[in-house]
T-cell receptor, first 112, second 114 residues
Framework: GENVEQHPSTLSVQEGDSAVIKCTYS??????FPWYKQELGKRPQLIID?????GEKKDQRIAVTLNKTAKHFSLHITETQPEDSAVYFC???????????FGTGTQLKVEL | GAGVSQSPSNKVTEKGKDVELRCDPI?????LYWYRQSLGQGLEFLIY????????KSGLPSDRFSAERTGGSVSTLTIQRTQQEDSAVYLC????????????FGDGTRLSIL
């Protein structure tokens, strides 16, 4: 089955700096990679996703890159703000309603 | 439209009791997932219903855990003879079966075993 590893487990940045979270996956057939943000006591919410037919996707301050050859993908948050503080989960799967495998999460703290 | 709905939002029960947790997925979503999240931890996969196929039960931690999905919509997760280590937030998610579509999560049920 799929195995997704996520690093770092905690990340602290100064407001305005960039944050990068990295994930690797093991199943070469995986073709769908969403990222979720979970604020304390709240549900995980999708913030961006990427499919294997593209290498990069951007939405305002958030971008995701995918390297299929190396089987890794990364989340980039620019100009971080305090409200970006949360736990971020990456996930990978074969799509089509197939089971997603989640990373272990990254606690991002944006300090003033 | 309405999102994934879970009930109850909180459940406190005594060790040894049975509990039932309910998930009402987004209308039209044929895939439904249950996860468990302990305090400060990641998402632990429990079980996955995909359309009319047999469910993937590979994540259920013991035979005290079971789930069913009636009529392809509402799902119930049952935990029998609860133990203190069952205390966690139980999250349900749903997604369309076709294409690469994200899972949408409910708010979860916070289960506390005394």
């Amino acid at each position: 089955g799929e195995n997704v590893e996520q690093h770092p487990s905690t990340l602290s940045v100064q407001e305005g700096d960039s944050a990068v979270i990295k994930c690797t996956y093991s199943d070469s057939a995986s073709n769908y990679f969403p990222w979720y943000k979970q604020e304390l006591g709240k549900r995980p919410q999708l913030i961006i996703d990427i499919r294997s037919n593209v290498g990069e996707k951007k939405d305002q301050r958030i971008a995701v890159t995918l390297n299929k050859t190396a089987k890794h993908f990364s989340l980039h948050i620019t100009e971080t703000q305090p409200e970006d503080s949360a736990v971020y989960f990456c996930a990978g799967g074969r799509g089509g309603g197939n089971k997603l495998t989640f990373g272990t999460g990254t606690q991002l703290k944006v300090e003033l | 439209g309405a999102g994934v709905s879970q009930s109850p939002s909180n459940k406190v029960t005594e060790k040894g009791k049975d509990v039932e947790l309910r998930c009402d997925p987004i209308s039209g979503h044929t895939a439904l997932y249950w996860y468990r999240q302990s305090l400060g931890q990641g998402l632990e996969f429990l079980i996955y219903f995909q359309g009319n196929s047999a469910p993937d039960k590979s994540g259920l931690p013991s035979d005290r855990f079971s789930a069913e999905r009636t009529g392809g919509s509402v799902s119930t997760l049952t935990i029998q003879r609860t133990q203190q280590e069952d205390s966690a937030v139980y999250l349900c998610a749903s997604s369309p079966l076709q294409g690469n579509q994200p899972q949408h999560f409910g708010d979860g049920t916070r289960l506390s075993i005394l």
